[in-house]
């Protein structure tokens, strides 16, 4: 099983500042590397597909990259809404898997 | 407007049965792979299992195997999954996903989730 590692498990940062996240695979998955929002008492929600390619109706201020084992996503200039906990989702090999998340927070 | 909207969640005890529904709308169920993801209380997403556009996929998690099992009825624009000899351990809220493409990828679409409670 690919174990996906995310980090920092909480950020505490402002909005209109920058965030980075990261998620770090067992074994290599190539670009199969999915991230989603989840804000409390909602649905996930599919933000970046295939490392870097955005969702449906995702703003532009997301962005993936990365390879192999180690993958970012950047939020560019925080807004209020974007504050929530993000999963990493890795497709390379069965079974799919989900690192524990990072939670976003106001600071 | 995608919709998915499960139901069959309830409080049951140990060793017992449970079947969760899916009904889908507002795209073309039969031309994507669907999954059950569950979330227990205060934790994280876990992948249950997924069943390609045309059942000739399945698979389900190592936690799971041999206990639970998922079909669809393309017709009916269903998802369905059988769970049996809960587990305490099996609590949690189970979300029906639409995946991106035919066979497994991504979650582009969830449901609200029914909630799956084993206590006695």
């Known amino acids: 099983e690919i174990v996906l590692t995310q980090s920092p498990a909480t950020l505490s940062l402002s909005p209109g500042e920058g965030a980075t996240l990261s998620c770090r695979a067992s074994h290599s998955i190539a670009n199969f590397l999915a991230w989603y929002q989840q804000k409390l008492g909602q649905a996930p929600r599919l933000l970046i597909y295939?490392?870097?390619k955005r969702a449906t109706g995702v703003p532009a201020r997301f962005s993936g990259s990365g390879s192999e084992t180690d993958f970012t996503l950047t939020i560019s200039s925080l807004e209020p809404e974007d504050f929530a906990v993000y999963y990493c989702q890795q497709r390379s090999r069965w079974p799919i898997t989900f690192g524990q998340g990072t939670r976003l927070e106001i600071k | 407007e995608v919709q998915l909207v499960e139901s069959g969640g309830g409080l049951v005890q140990p060793g017992g049965s449970l079947r969760l529904s899916c009904a889908a709308s507002?795209?073309?169920?039969?031309?994507?792979?669907m999954h059950w993801v569950r979330q227990a209380p205060g934790k994280g997403l876990e992948w249950v299992a997924g069943v390609s556009w045309n059942s000739n996929t399945i698979d389900y998690a190592d936690s799971v195997k041999g206990r639970f099992s998922v079909s669809r009825d393309n017709a009916k624009k269903s998802l369905y999954l059988h769970l049996s000899s809960l587990r305490p351990e099996d609590t949690a809220l189970y979300y029906c996903?639409?995946?991106?493409?035919?066979?497994?990828?991504?979650?582009?679409?969830w449901g609200q989730g029914t909630l799956v409670t084993v206590s006695a």
């Open positions: 295939d490392v870097s």
């Open positions: 507002g795209f073309t169920f039969n031309d994507y792979a």
């Open positions: 996903a639409k995946d991106r493409g035919a066979y497994f990828q991504n979650f582009d679409y």
